[in-house]
């Protein structure tokens, strides 16, 4: 089991920018996702990135506005989320998964982090 940990969840007005970080150790793993969970909706798929080719892809409510990003040597991988909006409010998980290639149902990732809240206030 991979363990998960986040942080850089926070409040921001709408147009500002905020950058999560997933920490992973333990096993290793194929590829690494974050999801979120508007209040009141579904957990979603935000992005997700193979760790060994960086090749990525994101959810079209985010296309052009967040980046995924890992670091190899630190274990850690990154969601850098530029303008903002009310909407993308939510608490936003990293999962990891040993299954190969991009992954976009959640039941396919077997670690998950605890969570960070995203506030974006209008």
């Known amino acids: 089991q991979v363990q998960l940990v986040e942080s850089g969840g926070g409040l921001v007005q709408a147009g500002g920018s905020l950058r999560l970080s997933c920490a992973a150790s333990g096993r290793t793993y194929s590829s690494m996702g974050w999801f979120r969970q508007p209040p009141g909706k579904e957990r979603e798929f935000v992005a997700a990135?193979?760790?060994?080719?960086?090749?990525?892809s994101y959810a079209d409510s985010v296309k052009g506005r967040f980046t995924i990003s890992r670091d190899n040597a630190k274990s850690t991988m990154y969601l850098q989320m530029n303008s903002l909006k009310p909407e993308d409010t939510a608490v936003y998980y990293c999962a990891a998964t040993s299954r190969s290639g991009i992954r976009y149902d959640q039941n396919e990732y077997s670690s998950w982090g605890q969570g960070t809240h995203v506030t974006v206030s209008s």
């Open positions: 990135i193979r760790w060994g080719t960086g090749s990525t």
